[in-house]
């Protein structure tokens, strides 16, 4: 019977945990990309996937049918992809039953996709495929894939091939055009619109076929790639590069292989990251990717030619957006303005940052000529300066390419603004180049902690969060965050009934007096990085935070708030107490993400395996900040993954040290006793005796512990020496214990210099004393009066005595 029962408990137990598959990590979705309006098949692999449960999409258009377990590491979804989804990079991640996975991206493309087929390396074996199609394939080392297409005179051919924007690998792309002759119509390898991936295109001079070619640049082994050929329209550049949102325009695209042309957009009303550029069109077909578009609060001022010197710039109207184009090299421009002394304004030059060719210096003159700022590359290539008018009147402003190139590409956009408030938040990295814990996942009845970073710009205050959109049985403990601080620690807690599910969440905080001032969510994933120096090739970053209620967790932990403060230079051991299931014994790994300022902890500590409590050392500097704070502790079990639990946001005093010595130097020889002495200055009463200990005594020196009282003004520590004790100088410090509330309160006090000296050997050839005369005995005298206690050195006086014995002896 009992091994029946002990054996249904064991397999229960091993059932649950061999089923629970924590901390999912996503690592790829395949196919890197699908056609719009249509139905796909989407996998997610990594690690913990198996029990996928839901897609979270950060863009509308896609409707999951459903989510399937492909193994314990893969999932896959059915998904509809709507007619009208946004064209280009798309952003999700899966939600288990036991977490939220890292996100990652794909593409959606308007042109139906066909598959490369082997072998298609050589130029007489191509891969015939017809115009408007997305061709889907892999480059290996020393690879070149051909294919063949067939196109009237006059059509345009682009290839456009997204390989390193795929952020699965480093794979810098080289593409090409050629005629049947071998000969290169186009070729590119870095084009700035899509930064280190390539568009190549003409307008076939002839009926006939071509080639497209794609390799790697230096012939290494790649990765996947999408190239879309056809006949679309593939501008480089458009102008000017931003407008007035709500706004009509006319852009007019540059950089076409069929000549530039004009296009009408009504500009959206508010920013927003679905609005991630202008796409050109031409009948029925779209470029595969836009040309970045700025939207701003002004309109524009665009430049005048000729406008290369001082006496022909260009008048423009603050606040609008100064617009130009570098036409050729050496080109440089000037615009003039006019501005009020004391106004403050950002200024930002795009170049770089709209995928423009320019690398920008920008110089602000007063009116005579004189230079006030100038800036080439704050901002990577582009530039950037903040300047205070320093009188009234006429100012002007000059562009130019830093190597002095131009050309039809070279465009640049210029927006003047005024200094206001701005906030984001973020969750800090646990891992380099990684997304681990910067999402929230909190199980059933339990809670999930994490930290919580603001980046306030001009203005100061405390914060307050407002998340919006939370999933159902979530709520949110956090304190408001103190002027002085750039970051808080946030719990989420979830009702042991809260249904499972997860929402990416507009997660706000404001500043608690001035609503008005507030900002979102900020996190960035770095999927390729590479040299030199650590470049980062392909990210993607987000605006909203990834929350879920997840499956129950086996275990739940628990912070015995202290009775006592921790004081500056003090230590203490936080007590954390874990719940534990039925037949759960696996050791829980505790963390301490959040430490107020001054405060230091253990990096980790464990609650061993079959037990259910830990403690947790900390510490405070002499300069941490005075005050009440919250604290957590998380703490994760292995079980399939990374399990994870928190404690309660717990409360954490700090103060001022209650006691405060000063301890005086000390000197001695080995093999001998001295004494410390140690000035001794109660802030905070206390009651009954304190301990106090003094540590970091060298090997076999000895002190033994005293006890003093609120009322104790000095007190003495006997030290002793042995003849081989290390000789020097020695640092030590006393360790306070004082009992408050059944609670010790521990400090670190005094510090000093104890230093032990090597005995002086004996004076050779000394002649011994001569012996005293004899006396006759005398009276017996009178009892001597007791002495007073003779007077303890100061350590100056001793030093003083120790100098004059050294003479003495010839020394």
């Not at 001035?514 to 980062?536: C, K, L, T, V, W």
């Not at 912070?559 to 004081?567: A, Q």
């Not at 000296?757 to 000394?766: A, C, E, I, Y």
């Amino acid at each position: 019977m009992f091994r029946r029962a002990f054996i249904a408990a064991f397999a229960l137990v091993f059932c649950a945990t061999s089923l629970f598959a924590a901390s999912p990590r996503l690592s790829i979705i395949n196919p890197r990309g699908v056609q719009r309006g249509t139905e796909a098949v989407l996998t997610f692999s990594g690690s913990q996937l198996g029990d996928g449960q839901q897609v979270l999409f950060y863009s509308p258009g896609f409707e999951v049918v459903k989510v399937e377990t492909v193994d314990a590491n893969n999932c896959k979804a059915t998904v509809k992809i709507s007619a009208d989804c946004r064209l280009g990079e798309h952003v999700a991640q899966v939600r288990t039953k036991t977490g939220i996975s890292d996100y990652r991206t794909f593409y959606i493309g308007a042109l139906p996709q066909v598959d490369e087929k082997e072998p298609n390396n050589f130029f007489d074996q191509p891969q015939p495929i017809t115009l408007n199609q997305t061709v889907v394939g892999t480059v290996g080392g020393e690879d070149v894939d051909y294919y063949i297409v067939e196109a009237k005179k006059g059509q345009r051919i682009c290839a456009e091939v997204e390989a390193m924007r795929l952020g699965s690998a480093l794979f810098d792309p080289y593409v090409a055009i050629l005629d049947m002759k071998r000969f290169e119509l186009s070729a590119a390898d870095d084009t700035p619109l899509v930064n280190q991936d390539s568009v190549a295109s003409i307008v076939a001079p002839e009926d006939g076929k071509y080639m497209v070619q794609i390799r790697e640049t230096a012939y290494g082994g790649g990765s996947n790639y999408r190239l879309h050929v056809g006949t679309f329209p593939r501008p480089l550049a458009v102008y000017p590069a931003g407008g007035k949102l709500g706004e009509e325009i006319d852009a007019k695209f540059l950089g076409d292989p069929a000549g530039e042309f004009v296009q009408k957009f009504k500009l959206p009303t508010a920013n927003s990251n679905e609005f991630t550029g202008l796409f050109a069109t031409a009948g029925a077909e779209i470029s595969p990717s836009p040309n970045p578009f700025r939207l701003f609060e002004h309109g524009n001022s665009l430049e005048v030619e000729p406008n290369n010197a001082v006496a022909q710039a260009t008048p423009a109207t603050l606040p609008n957006a100064f617009n130009g184009i570098l036409q050729e090299p050496g080109d440089i421009d000037f615009f003039k303005f006019t501005a009020t002394k004391g106004q403050v304004f950002e200024v930002e030059c795009y170049g770089r940052r709209i995928r423009s060719a320019v690398d920008p210096v920008m110089v602000l003159y007063n009116a005579q000529g004189g230079g006030i700022v100038s800036n080439d590359d704050s901002r990577g290539p582009d530039s950037y300066f903040r300047v205070t008018i320093p009188a009234d009147g006429e100012y002007l402003l000059s562009v130019t390419d830093h190597l002095q190139r131009g050309g039809p590409g070279f465009v640049y956009r210029v927006e003047f603004t005024g200094v206001v408030p701005s906030l984001q938040l973020s969750i800090p990295q646990v891992e380099r180049y990684g997304q681990y814990r910067r999402q929230i996942y909190v199980a059933k009845g339990n809670r999930f902690g994490t930290i919580i970073n603001a980046s306030r710009a001009n203005f100061g205050g405390k914060l307050l969060l407002e998340p919006q959109g939370m999933p159902a049985g979530i709520s949110i403990i956090a304190e408001p965050m103190a002027e002085n601080l750039a970051s808080m620690p946030v719990v989420f807690e979830a009702a042991a009934d809260a249904p499972l599910d997860g929402k990416l969440v507009d997660f706000i905080g404001r500043h608690a007096d001035n609503p008005a001032i507030r900002g979102g969510f900020f996190n960035r994933a770095e999927f390729i990085i590479g040299a030199p120096g650590q470049s980062m090739y392909s990210w993607r970053d987000v605006d909203r935070l990834a929350v879920a209620v997840v499956d129950e967790l086996p275990f739940k932990i628990d912070l015995v708030e202290p009775k006592v403060p921790l004081t500056q230079n003090g230590s203490m051991q936080l007590k954390v107490v874990a719940t534990r299931k039925e037949g759960f014994k696996a050791p829980i790994t505790l963390l301490f993400p959040f430490a107020p300022p001054g405060i230091g902890a253990a990096p980790s500590v464990t609650i061993p395996e079959g037990q259910n409590e830990a403690l947790y050392p900390v510490n405070a500097a002499g300069n941490a900040q005075v005050g009440k704070w919250r604290v957590f502790v998380l703490g994760y079990a292995e079980i399939g993954g990374a399990a994870y639990s928190s404690t309660q946001l717990g409360n954490l005093e700090v103060t001022a040290p209650w006691v405060t010595f000063a301890m005086q130097r000390s000197a001695t020889e080995q093999g001998q006793p001295t004494e410390v002495v140690c000035k001794v200055e109660v802030a905070t009463p206390f009651e009954g005796n304190a301990n106090v200990q003094l540590v970091a005594l060298p090997n076999k020196v000895l002190s033994q512990p005293l006890q003093f009282t609120k009322d104790t003004k000095e007190l003495v520590f006997k030290v002793t020496t042995e003849k081989d004790s290390p000789a020097g100088k020695h640092g030590i410090f006393g360790v306070v214990t004082i009992t408050a509330n059944g609670e010790p309160v521990t400090h670190n006090v005094g510090g000093a210099e104890l230093r032990i000296d090597v005995p002086l050997p004996p004076k050779p050839n000394t002649p011994a004393p001569m012996p005293a005369p004899a006396v006759a005995a005398a009276a017996p005298a009178p009892m001597p009066v007791a002495a007073a206690p003779p007077k303890r050195l100061s350590r100056l006086e001793q030093l003083r005595e120790d100098a004059k014995a050294k003479t003495a002896q010839g020394k």
